[in-house]
């Protein structure tokens, strides 16, 4: 269980109370947690997938990916009902599963590709593998990108993303 706050009485008073029902042990500040790692500083955190995102490319068999500079390729007709049909098409969802985690929890940039990805579950094509096996790719070659929260003092949230 992970329990935060900017309050340290709180934290205490939370884990007294469950330490009246619950056997638990403190283990400190958290440097992964479900997949993330997490790094704590005074004034910001930080979140990365890389330790998931090598995990699961070997999991999955995918060592020899390209590495792509963008999630998916423009100009591809993904709805091409010439394409093959996958034989197993179990390997095409859970690559999909992996990658919608990985989209909900410390990969927005990946989200909408995915999302698309995620429409051809139930026939996917050769052409819907070769372009989440690509999204596998950019996030290897990415895999050092981190989603950081910090208190810089601006009570704002800015997002920058390429529309193109």
Do not use: W
Not at 139 to 163: E, R
């Amino acid at each position: 269980m992970l329990i935060a706050s900017s309050n340290e009485d709180e934290i205490q008073e939370v884990k007294t109370y469950l330490l009246k029902y619950y056997e638990m042990k403190d283990m400190g500040m958290v440097n992964k947690f479900l997949g993330l790692n997490i790094e704590q500083k005074s004034n910001c955190i930080t979140l990365s997938l890389e330790d998931y995102i090598e995990k699961k490319v070997e999991e999955l068999g995918l060592e020899d990916l390209h590495k792509p500079y963008t999630p998916l390729q423009n100009k591809v007709d993904y709805f091409d009902e010439s394409s093959p049909k996958l034989d197993n098409i179990t390997k095409y969802q859970s690559l999909i599963g992996t990658l919608l985690f990985v989209s909900n929890t410390g990969r927005p940039d990946v989200a909408y590709a995915v999302s698309f990805l995620s429409r051809f579950l139930k026939d996917p094509r050769v052409i819907h593998y070769k372009a989440a096996k690509r999204i596998m790719g950019y996030l290897l070659a990415t895999k050092d990108y981190k989603l950081k929260y910090s208190d810089d003092g601006i009570k704002c949230f800015k997002i920058y993303t390429d529309a193109s």
